[in-house]
T-cell receptor
Framework: EVQLVESGGGLVQPGGSLRLSCAAS????????MHWVRQAPGKGLVWVSR????????AYADSVRGRFNISRDNARNTLFLQMNSLRAEDTAVYYC?????????????WGKGTTATVS | DIQMIQSPSSVSASVGDRVTITCRAS??????LGWYQQKPGQVPRLLIY???SLESGVPSRFSGSGSGTDFTLTINGLQSEDFATYYC?????????FGQGTKVEIK
């Protein structure tokens, strides 16, 4: 079964840091691009970041660029999101998401999410 | 950044109805448009990619159309399990962007 399991969320004060992890199983992790998407309470979906297969190419939303860093460890089938200088507006459920194989960017497998609360 | 605008923000419908949701992109995105369904307390699910291609396992009552800047998601014969929030997403360029969502509610 294809599965993504996030961890690392929690309560942190403004200006603090969190490191999110996402354990992948059931597919060849190193074959796929990966994303982080977040959803604030009662709000819509917001793309945060993506990384290519070998970690050599990364992209970020303007709202997190310079504060967040996406990385991956293909030997451990794990995706990470290091979040620094956190703000109240970063409070959200953070989803680890697989990029659907193909020419363009869609998201076909979602983890259950981990909640980051900045307060 | 490409803005994605959905309409309506919410729609009330009955089981068996045909429901249409539209999504407009602020720039031309060819057919690089996806649709997602999110039920309360659940994670999003990809329904449609490349504007009109049905994701594996998605019922055929869901269909998508459009290209360029204007897109449509249609649900033919709404079922009780279809009451949810639907999001469009452009897959053309980064940053990837979603519409604000359309909530399909029971009339």
């Amino acid at each position: 079964e294809v599965q993504l399991v996030e961890s690392g969320g929690g309560l942190v004060q403004p200006g603090g840091s969190l490191r999110l992890s996402c354990a992948a199983s059931g597919f060849i992790f190193s074959d796929d691009w990966m994303h982080w998407v977040r959803q604030a309470p009662g709000k819509g979906l917001v793309w945060v970041s993506r990384i290519n297969r070998d970690g050599s190419s990364k992209a970020y939303a303007d709202s997190v660029r310079g504060r967040f860093n996406i990385s991956r460890d293909n030997a451990r089938n794990t995706l990470f999101l290091q979040m620094n200088s956190l703000r109240a507006e970063d409070t959200a459920v953070y989803y680890c998401v697989r990029d659907r194989p193909g020419d363009n960017f869609y998201m076909d497998v979602w983890g259950k999410g981990t909640t980051a609360t900045v307060s | 950044d490409i803005q994605m605008i959905q309409s309506p923000s919410s729609v009330s419908a009955s089981v068996g109805d045909r429901v249409t949701i539209t999504c407009r992109a602020s720039q031309h995105i060819s057919s690089w448009l996806g649709w997602y369904q999110q039920k309360p307390g659940q994670v999003p699910r990809l329904l449609i990619y490349d504007a009109s291609s049905l994701e594996s396992g998605v019922p055929s009552r869901f269909s998508g159309s459009g290209s360029g800047t204007d897109f449509t998601l249609t649900i033919n014969g709404l079922q009780s399990e279809d009451f949810a929030t639907y999001y469009c997403q452009q897959g053309s360029s980064f940053p990837l962007t979603f519409g604000q969502g359309t909530k399909v509610e029971i009339k």
